[in-house]
Each structure stands twice: as C-alpha cells, then as structure tokens.
C-alpha cells in the first residue's frame, strides 16, 4: 500500500517532458495483412490511455530495420487512436472488419523514416514462417515507452533516425540496449492483427477481426487483474482532506508490482483534463492497494498502471466542499464465539446517514471481497447489528460502512477460528510531533519487530518491543521523521499488521 499526501498539490512531472500527462502504448499491430490487401497496409496503433493529452511527437518507432519519426507537436487526446501504416487509407476489411481506415501517419509519404520501407515482399514487417519482428516505441530521446515482441526477436542493426520537422537524430541499435518486451507468444497469422485484450491490458490476443483506430474491447473479454476504487474521504473539511483507496486484485502481485499512476486536478474546474490542470506522478512499491490522501476540492482523474506499463486502468471522481453530515460512528466491531458458531456484532451511531454495510472477507488480511450486504438499517439514533456464520470461509472479516456523502468507513479486522482478537492494533496520536503510542495485548511475553515505512514505500525506521503479558502501551519515536504519511507494519503472529498515521 502506497499512501500519498497531496496537500498544497505540488505538481511532479515525469522527467521525459513537460507535455507528458498521459500514458501511451502499443494497442495493436498488423504484421502480415490478407492477400489483397499489400504490404503498405501493414499498420501500427498507439492509444493515450489518460489521464491527460500527449505530446507525441518525435517520437520513435522501430522494428530494428528501419525507424518512423512522429513530427512534431502530434497532440493525441486521453482515449484517442493514432494509427501509423504504408499508406494513407486501409480499406476494409484490411485494417478493421467493418470500416475503412483513415491512417494518421503515412510512413511512406512523411519523409519522418530511417530510410525507405519497402513497399512490396515483407514491407515493414516480416511476413509469416518463424517471423518474431519486434515493435519499440521510444519518446525523443530515445528512452523505451512500449515494446512488444512475437517470441524471440530478431537481429536489429545500427539505425540513425530522422530529424523531420527538427526533432533530435538519435542513433541507437536495440541489440545494444537493455529492453524489456511483451511477449505475445502466438504464432503470425496472415490477416490477423495483434492487439491487447482490452484497450491497455497486458494481455494479448491474435484477432482476423481487425480493429485499427477503433477499440480492442469486446463483449466478454476480461482481463486476470481488477481493481476498485474507494473514496474514503469524500470532502475537504479543515484539516481534513479528501482520499481515496484503489483496491488491486490479482493472483500474482509480484509481476505488477511496483504500480505507478498519474492523477489529474481539474484545476480551471473547466471540465476537461488539458495542459492547464495540476499533475502529479507516483509510484506503489507494497501491494495491495494504493491511498491517496490530501485531496483539495474539486474534480479528478487517476490512470494507474502495472510495472510494464499496462494493465491500465482510470477512475473519475471528485471531493466535496465542506457541509454539515451527521457524525456516522462505529463504536466497536467484535466477534462473539457460542460453540462452532460465530456472530459478528458492532455498533453504529447516526444510522440515517448510512448508504450501505457490507461485510468482507479476506484470506491473508490484505485483500478483502464482499461476504455478505447487511440490510437491516435501523431508523434510531444507534443500533446493535449481527451477523452469523457458522462456518467462516475466510480468516479475516471487517465491516465497511458506505455514507450519503460517499465516505467508505471501515472496521478493525478481525480474525476467525481460535484468535478472535482485533488485528488492527490501535495508535495515538495521529498527527503525531516527537512520539506516538501503540496499544498491544499479549498472552504471554513477546518480541515484536516493528518497521516504518514512507510514502514512497522506503523503509525509514525500525525496531523492537518487548511485552508483557495483558495489555501494553509501547512508544513510537516519530520525531526525526520528516511532516508526512507513513505505515507502521508490526511483526506479530506471522501475520504482519499495518497502521495509518501522520507524523505533524
């Protein structure tokens, strides 16, 4: 978990340029087009998946043969296609099954090429057989953005690229570099296209029902990863400012983790995401899930993205002004053990300002689905609510609470079986100046390792507490740590626990 705080909204750009709000990929290629249709009707998509527009150009793409130079200032639009081929329409169904094709970038008439591509024989690509042709796309100076390849990719040579329209000649050859591809695997296919699963997902798919400059999504498609959002915080009232939580639910988090994002502030509160808004870049270290806290009132976006660059996703939202909400509270949140059967009870207060209550469930702690909606809602001012298993399917269980103004509230996390205490310990105060205090229960006498992390997911200070059976009080030195965020994860019971707090 990555927790970032944003208040003041002091804007961080990525390093390649001060036009870079967005995230550009390879969405699709047509390596080996029908009989009929000719080798200029080979063609490549990129799509800017958001959260903002792109200046892409000089740019550089390369199969390491030849290179295609986007001229300068080729804006491209959060959602928008940019479809690079031989000629400068594709008729159907070459590049797309239903529609003829309008291309964006004629590689054979730009004069933006390494050297002249062929036009006939295997074109751009190689056609068919054992072909493993790979795709790199490169921003100016030549730093990889994208790259795709069929299986194992074939010997590339020296290549000097174009300075059309002024963009800066690099000269590179991929054999040289340390690139990090996609691997397709499928074999090449004549009429068939390579293009993502969904529009910026990891997976790929060989398709003859082409779809260049359109959307790669189709009915029953799903991708291996899904996320959910959370708005946890839904105003900005005070010192209190928005957050939101985005939940990654995947089986394998070391192949996408670190996740990085980009969120947008609609800063003119015009509407539209554009050069003119605030943007901020981050990057998630500790799976499951990514916090970001601090947030002013207004609208934004956030597209986040595996370490490869895709499995891409982007959420909308926006946090509120201040008004006057009645205070909902969860007073406790227990388990109750009768024999084999467990009741889950706790207490609420305000109850009419309660959307929704759901109970998760979770098998190590972290990542939690939905168990059960609870929808016996009182109209009093407090109310005692049950819930009974009797037999648990999962280890962990909590309580998220969803308010009128959109607050998700969530309950200690409680473990089933035959340890039916809270997991989450309780820590005070938060913000915290020199010291913070962290409430502990032991049965016997215990050495629990603690560590400290920042917002950037860096380990910043560490060390032990030594209990004593019954309840304990342990210190927290916080005083060198700089005004910020951080996660105290504490060693106890194999089973590692995380705290929120605030150093002031």
């Given amino acids: 978990m990555l927790i970032l705080l944003l208040v003041g909204f002091t804007t961080v750009l990525n390093a390649q340029s001060t036009t870079n709000r967005g995230r550009v990929v390879i969405n699709e290629y047509m390596p080996w087009p029908s009989a009929g249709c000719g080798a200029t009707a080979e063609f490549i998509e990129l799509l800017n998946f958001g959260p903002g527009p792109m200046d892409i150009g000089c740019y550089i793409l390369t199969d390491g043969d030849y290179s295609i130079t986007i001229p300068p200032n080729t804006i491209l639009q959060p959602g928008q296609f940019y479809v690079i ?88 050859d991929l054999d040289l570099m340390n690139v990090q591809y996609e691997v397709l695997g499928m074999s090449a296919g004549r009429g068939n296209s390579f293009a993502r699963l969904l529009d910026g997902d990891c997976g790929w798919v060989k398709d003859p029902q082409q779809s260049g400059s359109a959307t790669n999504n189709t009915p029953g498609d799903k991708s291996e990863i899904s996320y959910l959002m959370d708005i946890v915080d839904a105003s900005q009232c005070g010192s209190v400012y928005g957050s939101i939580e985005i939940h990654v639910k995947h089986a394998d988090y070391s192949v996408i983790f670190p996740m990085n994002y980009t969120i947008v502030f609609d800063v003119d509160n015009d509407g539209d995401f554009d050069f003119n808004d605030s943007y901020t870049y981050g990057v ?21 993205a595996s370490v490869n660059g895709c499995f891409l996703e982007s959420f909308d939202f926006q946090i509120l002004s201040c008004f006057s909400v009645l205070p909902v509270k969860l007073e406790y949140f227990r388990l109750i053990r009768t024999g084999v059967q467990e009741t889950f009870e706790w207490k609420v207060t305000d109850v009419e300002d309660i959307q929704s209550m759901t109970m998760q469930k979770s098998n190590d702690g972290f990542v939690f689905e939905t168990a059960a909606d609870v929808t016996n809602h009182s109209e009093v001012s407090y109310q005692i609510y049950r819930h009974t298993a009797q037999t648990p399917v999962a280890k962990f269980y909590r309580l998220k609470i969803r308010t009128l103004t959109g607050r998700a509230i969530y309950s200690p996390i409680v473990r089933t079986g035959t340890a039916s205490h809270i997991v ?44 004593g059976r019954g309840k304990n009080v342990v210190e927290l030195p916080v005083q060198k740590l700089p005004t910020g965020v951080y996660q105290l994860l504490i060693l106890r019971d194999n089973q590692p626990t995380t705290v929120r707090f605030v150093r002031q």
């Fill in 85 to 172: 081929a031989g000629q400068n329409t594709i008729p159907v169904p070459c590049a797309n099954i239903d529609s003829t094709i309008t291309v964006d970038l004629n590689w054979n008439t730009c004069g933006c090429t390494s050297a002249p591509i062929p036009t006939t024989g295997d074109g751009l690509f190689t056609d068919g057989g054992s072909a493993s042709e790979q795709l790199v796309l490169m921003d100016p100076n030549a730093n990889v953005v994208d790259a795709v390849v069929r299986d194992l990719k074939e010997p590339s040579a020296l290549i000097t690229t174009s300075g059309v329209g002024g963009c800066p000649q690099q000269d590179f």
């Fill in 284 to 304: 998630d270290v500790s799976p499951p899930s990514i916090t970001v806290s601090g947030l002013f009132t207004g609208k934004y976006r956030i597209t986040v």
């Fill in 424 to 467: 989450i310990p309780k820590l005070w105060p938060s913000p915290a100046k020199d010291m913070a205090y962290v409430s502990l229960d032991a049965t016997d006498f215990e050495n629990v390792p603690y560590k400290v992390f920042n917002s950037t997911g860096s380990l910043v200070a560490s060390g032990n507490w030594h209990l």
